[in-house]
T-cell receptor, first 116, second 110 residues
Framework: DTGVSQNPRHKITKRGQNVTFRCDPI?????LYWYRQTLGQGPEFLTY????????KSRLLSDRFSAERPKGSFSTLEIQRTEQGDSAMYLC??????????????FGPGTRLTVL | KNEVEQSPQNLTAQEGEFITINCSYS?????LHWLQQHPGGGIVSLFM???GKKKHGRLIATINIQEKHSSLHITASHPRDSAVYIC????????????FGTGTRLTIIP
């Protein structure tokens, strides 16, 4: 399967615990995006990378959230001291950016986080 | 007011009907995306368009840049088309942020 993959698919954790999600983009894609989707809402942008550089972060990404893409391939999203409000679907997408033109984003299946 | 508004929020139709889902946006954009989301969360990109019209199988997407409006049409609808359809726009300020609508839940009854 050469699509975007995310692990784990589901995560249940207790409030206050740390969690880490992983996204593996399509191999030749240089851009990687993280979104969050709460029930009944459309996704909301969190952050994106071009290769290993994190180029934009949403104000939604509080200090408890950190994302990395150390080698410009897979990315991790860590949430520290989880809160019940962090419960959501976390979506990853990747794209191939060419000369700054708009490009199609390919989405992974998401990681559903439930904070008890 | 959200930057991206979709209508209707929910749509139920009989198999075979012609379906139209609308998207209006209030910002300047460089591209508009139509996405399909099935139960369980997976999102599939249907179209990315900056002008005019695109067609893929039974799906047609149109955009009117002057009116800041896009429509997604489904011809000869089928129960397997049942899903949430989401409109998302990329601003024209050179960044990569996509702003999403809240989606339209489509149910096609056999």
């Amino acid at each position: 399967d050469t699509g975007v993959s995310q692990n784990p698919r589901h995560k249940i954790t207790k409030r206050g615990q740390n969690v880490t999600f992983r996204c593996d983009p399509i191999s030749e894609h240089n851009r990687l995006y993280w979104y969050r989707q709460t029930l009944g809402q459309g996704p909301e942008f969190l952050t994106y990378f071009q290769n290993e550089a994190q180029l934009e972060k949403s104000r939604l990404l509080s200090d408890r959230f950190s994302a990395e893409r150390p080698k410009g391939s897979f990315s991790t999203l860590e949430i520290q001291r989880t809160e019940q409000g962090d419960s959501a679907m976390y979506l990853c997408a990747s794209s191939l950016s060419v000369a700054g033109l708009p490009n199609e984003q390919f989405f992974g299946p998401g990681t559903r986080l439930t904070v008890l | 007011k959200n930057e991206v508004e979709q209508s209707p929020q929910n749509l139920t139709a009989q198999e075979g009907e012609f379906i139209t889902i609308n998207c209006s946006y209030s910002v300047g954009i460089s591209a508009l995306h139509w996405l399909q989301q099935h139960p369980g969360g997976g999102i599939v990109s249907l179209f990315m368009l900056s002008s005019g019209k695109k067609k893929h199988g039974r799906l047609i997407a149109t955009i009117n840049i002057q009116e800041k409006h896009s429509s997604l049409h489904i011809t000869a609808s089928h129960p397997r088309d049942s899903a949430v359809y989401i409109c998302a726009v990329r601003s024209d300020f050179g960044n990569e942020k996509l702003t999403f609508g809240t989606g339209t839940r489509l149910t096609i009854i056999p």
